[in-house]
């Protein structure tokens, strides 16, 4: 009995795992045309699916979410900048300042690869000023007056970065 029990929930189980995908087949079927049943007897069989239609609309709209996702994630790096400015500015303590340097670089690792295949010129120029108040901003001691001098070619490359993007 208690195999027949285990049985039962293995398949409810394997047919509610089944049913997990089905919804964004469907939409993705509405999207790009149906398939005929000749085509999909054909999958069913072979096990390999045809994806041989023309995905162009689905490249750009990955390419569009992709320049968004950078988009956010150059403002993320700018809203960092921005909070360490106005760290500088009120003569934080040094743990704040280095926090915010920690923080200011995992920003900017999220994008770095990204921003560095896509914009190479606009990569070199950013890291002219971003690096050193990154280095500086994780020091024992960091140079505030230094810092300050960084933050605003920072913004101002990063500014020109995002202008790119989303004229893209």
Do not use: H
């Not at 956010?72 to 400015?85: C, F, N």
């Amino acid at each position: 009995m208690k195999k027949y029990y285990m049985l039962s929930m293995i398949l409810a189980l394997g047919l509610l795992l089944g049913a997990c995908g089905t919804s964004e087949d469907n939409q993705e079927s509405s999207d790009s045309g149906e398939q005929t049943s000749e085509q999909q007897d054909s999958e069913a069989t072979s096990g390999e699916v045809d994806d041989s239609e023309d995905s162009s609309g689905e490249n750009s709209e990955t390419s569009e979410g992709k320049d968004m996702e950078l988009s956010s994630g150059i403002d993320t790096v700018m809203a960092s900048v921005k909070e360490l400015q106005t760290s500088l500015e009120n003569s934080a303590d040094v743990s704040t300042v280095n926090e915010q340097g920690k923080k200011l670089e995992e920003d900017w690792d999220s994008i770095e690869k990204k921003v560095e295949e896509q914009f190479p010129d606009l990569y070199e120029k950013i890291e002219e000023s971003l690096y050193p108040l990154i280095n500086e901003a994780k020091k024992d001691e960091p140079d505030m007056e230094k810092m300050k001098e960084w933050v605003q070619p920072t913004l101002d490359s990063l500014n020109e970065l995002k202008k790119n993007v989303t004229s893209k």
